[in-house]
C-alpha cells in the first residue's frame, strides 16, 4: 500500500512537471489581500498590496513566488503599475478570474497614464491562467469619451489595456483579451518575450484596437493565438528585431504589419521578422510593410511563409509611401530602405482584384523582394487579380496573379 502511495505521490510530481504547471509554496492570494471581486468595489489597492508582497518575497530554491488572482470572481481596477525589479528572480501571477477596467470613462479616477495596466522591469515575469482582461473599451471608441468625474476634462484614450515596458523574459500566455480602449497588448523594450495561447477580440469597427504592439523588444516569440480586432492583429514598431510569429489565426482585423515605420522623418529600425503559418480570415490586409516618405533608416530581412487567405481584401502589402491621408507627404527626399523580403506560399481568395501591391518611392525603391509559390484567386470565381508595382526590385516565381515587375537578377536572398 504504502509503495503504491508511494509511487503515486511520485507520478503526481513527475506529471506536474510534465504539465509545467508551477507550484509555489509561496502564494499571494489577492483576497487574502481585501480584494471583493464583485464586479463593482474597486479592487486596485488590494492588487496593489498583494504586488508589493509578492515583489518583495525572496523565495527560495527554485521556487517562484505566485499571485493568485482566483476564479469565478470579476476584479474592478483603476489604472494600475506593477513595478519591479522583484527580489525574487521571477515572478509569477495565476490570473483564473477577470479583471475589468471602469465602465465609462467618468469612472476613471484618474486620467489614465498611457496603459490601464502596467508591468514595469519586471524580469522573468510569468502571467498565465485561462483568466480574462476586459479593457471596457466601447465608451472610449465613440465620440463622448472625455468626461471624468463628470468634469469635462480632456483625458487621452489609454494606449494600452496591458502594458509590459522593460520586462525581460516575459513569459504570457492562456488569457483572453477583449475591448482594449486601444491596443490590447504592449511590448517595449523587452529581451526574450513569448506570447502564446491567447484569444484577443474586440469589434471589427473598434477603431485601433490593435491585438498585440511590439516596440523597440528584441527576440520575440508570438504563437498559437487567435486575434479578431478592429485594426492590425500584431504590428511590429521600430526597434524591433528577431521576432517570430507562427500560428495565428487572424481576423476580423488589419493583419499582421511591419510598421508604420517614420513617421515625421524619424529613424526607424526592424529587422529579422519571421510569420509563418498564419490565416487571415475577412480582413482587410494579410502581411503588410509600410513606411512614412521623410524617414529614415531600415525595414529588411522580414519572412512571411505559408499563409492561408479568406477572403481577405489586401493580402500582400509594401507601401513605402504611406502617408494616413497626410497632404504633399510623398514629396519628401528621405526613405525607410525596405529590403530582403520574402512572401513564400500564399494561397486562398481575396476580397479586392490588386492581389499584390509594392508601392515603394522613386529615392531607393524596395530592393530584394521576393515573391514565390503564391496562388490568390478573387472570392468571385468569375473576377481576375491582379499585382501592381512602383520602384520594386527583386524576382518572383510560381506567382498568381504574375508579378512581372519582379523580374531582376537579384542577389541570392539572406
Ligand atoms: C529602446 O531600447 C534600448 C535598449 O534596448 C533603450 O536603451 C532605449 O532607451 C529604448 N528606446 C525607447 C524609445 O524606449
Ligand atoms: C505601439 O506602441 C508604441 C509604444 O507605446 C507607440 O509609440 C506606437 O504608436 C504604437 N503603435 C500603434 C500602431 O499603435
Ligand atoms: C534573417 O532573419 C531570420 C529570423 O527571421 C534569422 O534567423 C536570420 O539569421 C536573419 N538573417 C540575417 C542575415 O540576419
Ligand atoms: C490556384 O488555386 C486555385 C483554387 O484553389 C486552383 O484552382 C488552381 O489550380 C491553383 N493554381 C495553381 C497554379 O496552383
Known amino acids: 500500500m504504502q509503495d503504491i502511495l508511494i509511487s503515486f505521490f511520485i507520478f503526481c510530481i513527475a506529471s506536474s512537471q510534465l504539465l509545467g504547471i508551477v507550484y509555489s509554496k509561496t502564494t499571494f492570494d489577492v483576497v487574502k489581500f481585501g480584494a471583493v471581486g464583485d464586479g463593482q468595489t474597486d479592487d486596485t489597492e488590494a492588487f496593489v498590496k498583494a504586488w508589493t508582497a509578492l515583489c518583495g518575497a525572496a523565495a527560495g530554491g527554485d521556487d517562484v513566488p505566485t499571485l493568485t488572482i482566483p476564479g469565478g470572481k470579476t476584479f474592478l481596477l483603476q489604472p494600475s503599475e506593477f513595478e519591479g525589479p522583484c527580489k ?23 486620467c489614465p497614464p498611457h496603459s490601464w495596466l502596467v508591468f514595469r522591469k519586471v524580469g522573468n515575469l510569468i502571467i498565465d491562467g485561462s483568466g480574462k482582461i476586459d479593457g471596457q473599451g466601447s465608451t472610449w471608441w465613440g465620440e463622448d469619451s472625455s468626461l471624468i468625474n463628470g ?28 475591448n482594449s480602449p486601444r491596443s490590447h497588448i504592449g511590448i517595449s523594450t523587452s529581451n526574450d518575450v513569448e506570447i502564446s495561447h491567447l484569444t484577443i477580440i474586440a469589434p471589427d469597427e473598434s477603431p485601433n484596437t490593435d491585438g498585440i504592439n511590439v516596440t523597440n523588444s528584441t527576440y520575440v516569440n508570438i504563437h498559437d493565438s487567435k486575434i479578431g480586432t478592429g485594426d492590425d492583429c500584431i504590428t511590429i514598431m521600430s526597434g524591433s528585431s528577431n521576432v517570430r510569429i507562427a500560428k495565428i489565426a487572424c481576423g476580423p482585423g488589419h493583419g499582421i504589419s511591419v510598421g508604420s515605420l517614420g513617421a515625421d522623418g524619424a529613424y526607424a529600425a526592424v529587422e ?50 504611406y502617408c494616413n491621408g497626410a497632404h504633399d507627404c510623398a514629396k519628401q527626399s528621405k526613405a525607410v ?35 514565390v509559390k503564391i496562388n490568390i484567386t478573387s472570392t468571385v470565381p468569375s473576377k481576375k487579380v491582379y499585382a501592381s508595382c512602383n520602384n520594386a526590385k527583386g524576382n ?8 512581372s515587375c519582379l523580374k531582376y537578377p537579384t542577389r541570392p536572398f539572406i
Do not use: M
Open 337 to 371: 530602405l525596405v529590403s530582403n523580403v520574402r512572401f513564400t506560399d500564399f494561397r486562398g481568395t481575396c476580397g479586392n482584384e490588386e492581389a499584390i501591391k509594392l508601392d515603394c518611392n522613386h529615392i531607393s525603391g524596395c530592393q530584394n523582394i521576393e515573391l
Open 396 to 403: 518572383s516565381g510560381s506567382t498568381v496573379p504574375t508579378v
Open 272 to 321: 529579422n521578422v519571421y510569420v509563418r503559418d498564419c490565416s487571415f480570415i475577412g480582413t482587410q490586409n494579410g502581411a503588410r510593410i509600410k513606411t512614412w516618405p521623410g524617414g529614415s533608416g531600415y525595414a529588411r530581412n522580414i519572412t512571411f511563409e505559408h499563409i492561408t487567405l479568406t477572403a481577405t481584401k489586401n493580402p500582400i502589402i509594401i507601401d513605402q509611401q
Open 88 to 110: 525574487s528572480k521571477s515572478v509569477h501571477v495565476q490570473v483564473s478570474g477577470n479583471l475589468v477596467a471602469p465602465k465609462t470613462p467618468d469612472a476613471w479616477k484618474v
Open 151 to 178: 468634469k469635462k476634462e480632456k483625458c487621452e484614450r489609454p494606449t494600452k489595456a496591458l502594458h509590459f515596458l522593460r520586462c525581460d523574459h516575459l513569459r504570457l500566455s492562456g488569457l483572453t483579451h477583449i
